[in-house]
């Protein structure tokens, strides 16, 4: 047992980690969407660590989140009665307001130190003009900063300067923006005494952000009439007098705990949100999995713990400049008090303190919208293996995905062997079922080639005019031969001989062109040339009819059900599986409207390979597939026809994004990977040198008349500009033989790496708990309450 001594040890370091921020702060003085996700970290000095369940923090912790980090002007208000603002000593500022405008000022001109604006932005090394130039339209695109190009004489390459000249602040800023858009060699210069940034982007003469030595800014607030109400070089925290019923507004949006506002360094405003850890959690499980489009309770307290574990994990990220984390994809998104939602919330209160660790650390808990099937192993993304981020199946393992979705049937399968007769299974069903009298109970070769009797047809036929609303026609005795048969089926199913009506002679000759049909009596033939036309009737492989034969049962089968499901004279209706529960099957009608359906014990259940349907005795239905269906005299299913779901089986298949196509031209891409194509000349391929365990690219070679260039692990997305990287490649070429495209097929949206969020919600619909599912991302993770 460990001694109690030791326990409260450990729970004082968790709650140090924990106010870690807010001290970093004192002491400054002064994102069904793809989610950025920060690179992965081994635990550091500020990581808690968790001895066991037992250990944990007296208070729920604060958390501080960057709501706007450059503003020049904001409104803080509340529909309460007045406003309260306080410094950091405590000391009470005097309002009457409830809505009043700050502003930043500048307190004195700056000194010509860390501020001066003589840093700019470069990125050197670009072998030909053509390089350079692609690289700067490309940063364009994906920045919106200015960009001009130069020749340096001295190593005769072509450098790319962007933006203007800047403060160091201003410059390291630009610095990590490049390198979020993939430009890793980015480097800060000295434009008095060039010299380019060291490893941590600074000349090593620049001193930190956090280290100014005296406030050179102020705030200043506003009433609406335009009087000052005070002015103070400290941060200032507003909250309202009645948070519960009115809540502290920020531009207008309402959130929950108070608002921190300071001058900082850019000469700007920085708005952080100072809130309880759980209250926070509420603000971003509804923005990270809607509850509306993904209503499962249990994936959504997944996604709760997993937000959670990801704030306390990654807390004080962003201590330098003032907060913890940002509300957008840099961190998690993040909407306030307006975005949360009654089933989210529930999802929060009902893992309140609850967070995933591995070893007695809380993990980093990256998750991913969509990942088309299987994650991935995070060093094939990051670089960085973790251990409990590992590619994992987007799916229950083995057949227990499919044990909760099995429609089964008692009936008996036919017995047919002959490829010929493959379709005639479905067709003796979809009769049976609409009460023709087959005199078999199991289809057979045998049978289905056998001769078909006088009686057989004239009771086949009355039901054909039953169903189509016709009288019963007259029935002479060649009616098992193919032209007397073509006149009886079209007078049963429309009143008339449809042929004669529709076609002239030159029609009917044009159309019996076939070896034998001089054999066809003069007043059959409209009616054969229709059915042969329109494929109700078929020709044997010699492309003969055999007029004078007697027809088989599998000819007439097929001519008679393939001309009712054509007239529209069965029963037939369509619809969208839903996960079937307690032996119901749920579908989804052309309206939208779910509804449970009984299926028959002996229903005929038919799956669709390829073009092709075959009677099954049970049916794996995950959702989605789209379903023919007849409903008996009881409303029980007594035939469906099953066609495979199009996005598939994984958890995630109810995302948009289960499934996309992109196409691309050569230029484009050239244009996008300008970045790592440096120097090998025109494209002329794309190919995908290596893939993770997932399938993904993780090696995409780019190939050119002069050379190759790589790009690999997680850029690969980013550089490409698609929605993942697991994904196969089509080349698409002229008349010419000539490359002009690349079709890029895929999966999933995001990184692709931990939590599936859409997969979450596929999990907890095949009746998986919360734990459960984040065992299934994570592995080898333990869930601890930390308060």
């Known amino acids: 047992m460990h001694s109690s001594l030791k326990s409260k040890t450990i729970a004082l370091l968790i709650a140090h980690a924990l106010l870690g921020s807010l001290l970093v702060h004192a002491q400054d003085g002064s994102q069904t969407r793809p989610r950025r996700a920060q690179t992965p970290q081994q635990p550091s000095a500020q990581t808690i660590q968790i001895e066991s369940e037992t250990t944990k923090l007296q208070n729920e912790p604060l958390i501080r989140i960057g709501l706007s980090t450059d503003a020049r002007s904001v409104t803080i208000s509340t529909n309460g009665a007045t406003l309260k603002a306080t410094e950091p000593s405590g000391q009470a500022m005097p309002l009457t307001v409830a809505r009043l405008r700050v502003e930043a000022r500048l307190l004195a001109p700056q000194a010509d130190t860390f501020e001066a604006n003589r840093f700019r932005v470069e990125i050197a090394g670009a072998s030909t003009r053509v390089d350079a130039e692609r690289a700067a339209h490309e940063i364009q695109t994906l920045t919106g900063e200015a960009t001009e190009i130069s020749l340096d004489a001295t190593t005769n390459t072509w450098r790319v300067r962007v933006g203007g000249t800047l403060s160091a602040d201003k410059a390291a800023e630009l610095r990590e923006k490049l390198g979020d858009a993939g430009f890793d060699n980015a480097a800060v210069v000295d434009t008095r005494s060039p010299q380019t940034a060291s490893a941590s982007g600074f000349p090593n003469s620049i001193r930190s952000t956090s280290r100014i030595s005296a406030p050179t800014r102020e705030v200043v607030a506003y009433a609406s009439n335009s009087s000052k109400l005070f002015n103070t070089s400290a941060p200032v925290t507003f909250s309202s007098q009645d948070e519960s019923?009115?809540?502290?507004?920020?531009?207008?949006?309402?959130?929950?705990?108070?608002?921190?506002?300071?001058?900082?360094?850019?000469?700007?405003?920085?708005?952080?949100?100072?809130?309880?850890?759980?209250?926070?959690?509420?603000?971003?499980?509804?923005?990270?999995?809607?509850?509306?489009?993904?209503?499962?309770?249990?994936?959504?307290?997944?996604?709760?713990?997993?937000?959670?574990?990801?704030?306390?994990?990654?807390?004080?990220?962003?201590?330098?400049?003032?907060?913890?984390?940002?509300?957008?994809?840099?961190?998690?998104?993040?909407?306030?008090?307006?975005?949360?939602?009654?089933?989210?919330?529930?999802?929060?209160?009902?893992?309140?303190?609850?967070?995933?660790?591995?070893?007695?650390?809380?993990?980093?808990?990256?998750?991913?919208?969509?990942?088309?099937?299987?994650?991935?192993?995070?060093?094939?993304?990051?670089?960085?293996?973790?251990?409990?981020?590992?590619?994992?199946?987007?799916?229950?393992?083995?057949?227990?995905?499919?044990?909760?979705?099995?429609?089964?049937?008692?009936?008996?399968?036919?017995?047919?062997?002959?490829?010929?007769?493959?379709?005639?299974?479905?067709?003796?069903?979809?009769?049976?079922?609409?009460?023709?009298?087959?005199?078999?109970?199991?289809?057979?070769?045998?049978?289905?080639?056998?001769?078909?009797?006088?009686?057989?047809?004239?009771?086949?036929?009355?039901?054909?005019?039953?169903?189509?609303?016709?009288?019963?026609?007259?029935?002479?005795?060649?009616?098992?031969?193919?032209?007397?048969?073509?006149?009886?089926?079209?007078?049963?199913?429309?009143?008339?001989?449809?042929?004669?009506?529709?076609?002239?002679?030159?029609?009917?000759?044009?159309?019996?062109?076939?070896?034998?049909?001089?054999?066809?009596?003069?007043?059959?033939?409209?009616?054969?040339?229709?059915?042969?036309?329109?494929?109700?009737?078929?020709?044997?492989?010699?492309?003969?009819?055999?007029?004078?034969?007697?027809?088989?049962?599998?000819?007439?089968?097929?001519?008679?059900?393939?001309?009712?499901?054509?007239?529209?004279?069965?029963?037939?209706?369509?619809?969208?599986?839903?996960?079937?529960?307690?032996?119901?099957?749920?579908?989804?009608?052309?309206?939208?409207?779910?509804?449970?359906?009984?299926?028959?014990?002996?229903?005929?259940?038919?799956?669709?390979?390829?073009?092709?349907?075959?009677?099954?005795?049970?049916?794996?239905l995950v959702g989605g597939e789209p379903v023919t269906f007849h409903l008996d005299l009881h409303g029980e299913v007594d035939y469906m026809e099953v066609r495979p779901a199009p996005n598939g089986a994984a958890a995630d298949r109810s995302s948009p994004y289960a499934n996309w196509s992109s196409t691309m031209s050569v230029a484009e891409i050239q244009s996008r990977l300008a970045r790592w194509s440096a120097g090998i000349g025109s494209l002329t391929d794309l190919r995908i040198v290596a893939r993770g365990s997932s399938r993904r690219a993780i090696d995409l070679a780019i190939v050119g008349t002069n050379g190759t260039g790589h790009v690999r692990g997680g850029r690969i997305r980013s550089a490409l500009g698609l929605r993942e990287q697991l994904f196969v490649i089509d080349r698409k070429y002229d008349d010419t033989g000539r490359l002009i495209g690349f079709t890029f097929t895929g999966r999933g949206w995001g990184h692709g790496v931990g939590l599936c969020q859409v997969g979450a919600y596929g999990l907890a619909k095949q009746g998986l708990t919360y734990d459960k599912i984040l065992k299934a991302y994570y592995t080898g993770i333990d869930l601890t309450r930390i308060y």
């Not at 306030?336 to 650390?361: F, H, K, M, W």
């Not at 990256?366 to 994650?375: A, D, F, I, K, M």
Request: glycine fraction near 6%; aromatic fraction near 8%.
């Open 245 to 620: 019923s009115a809540p502290v507004r920020f531009n207008e949006k309402p959130y929950r705990g108070s608002l921190e506002v300071f001058a900082n360094p850019r000469g700007t405003l920085t708005v952080v949100n100072v809130l309880n850890l759980e209250d926070y959690v509420r603000g971003v499980v509804p923005n990270e999995l809607s509850p509306g489009s993904y209503p499962a309770i249990e994936a959504l307290k997944a996604q709760a713990v997993a937000a959670r574990t990801y704030a306390v994990r990654n807390k004080n990220q962003f201590a330098s400049e003032g907060f913890d984390l940002l509300p957008t994809t840099r961190s998690q998104v993040y909407g306030g008090l307006s975005t949360e939602q009654p089933l989210s919330t529930r999802a929060v209160d009902e893992t309140r303190g609850l967070i995933a660790t591995y070893r007695n650390a809380p993990i980093n808990a990256l998750y991913t919208s969509t990942c088309g099937g299987r994650t991935e192993d995070v060093e094939n993304i990051f670089n960085e293996a973790t251990p409990y981020l590992r590619g994992r199946e987007c799916a229950l393992e083995g057949k227990a995905h499919f044990a909760s979705f099995i429609v089964k049937s008692s009936r008996d399968l036919p017995e047919i062997r002959d490829e010929a007769y493959a379709s005639l299974a479905r067709d003796a069903a979809l009769l049976d079922v609409h009460g023709f009298a087959l005199g078999t109970r199991r289809l057979t070769d045998s049978w289905l080639a056998s001769p078909v009797s006088q009686t057989e047809v004239r009771a086949w036929l009355s039901n054909v005019a039953r169903l189509s609303r016709q009288t019963v026609p007259v029935i002479n005795d060649d009616v098992t031969r193919p032209p007397a048969f073509s006149t009886a089926l079209s007078s049963a199913a429309f009143g008339e001989a449809r042929g004669d009506t529709l076609l002239d002679n030159a029609d009917v000759e044009y159309l019996l062109s076939f070896r034998d049909a001089d054999e066809i009596p003069a007043q059959n033939r409209p009616d054969v040339a229709w059915l042969v036309r329109d494929g109700f009737l078929t020709l044997y492989p010699d492309a003969t009819l055999h007029p004078r034969e007697q027809m088989s049962h599998a000819r007439v089968i097929h001519a008679i059900a393939k001309l009712l499901e054509w007239h529209g004279s069965l029963a037939l209706q369509k619809g969208t599986t839903r996960p079937t529960t307690g032996g119901a099957l749920v579908l989804r009608s052309t309206k939208n409207r779910d509804q449970p359906i009984s299926v028959s014990a002996d229903a005929y259940l038919f799956r669709a390979f390829g073009d092709s349907s075959y009677q099954m005795r049970s049916l794996s």
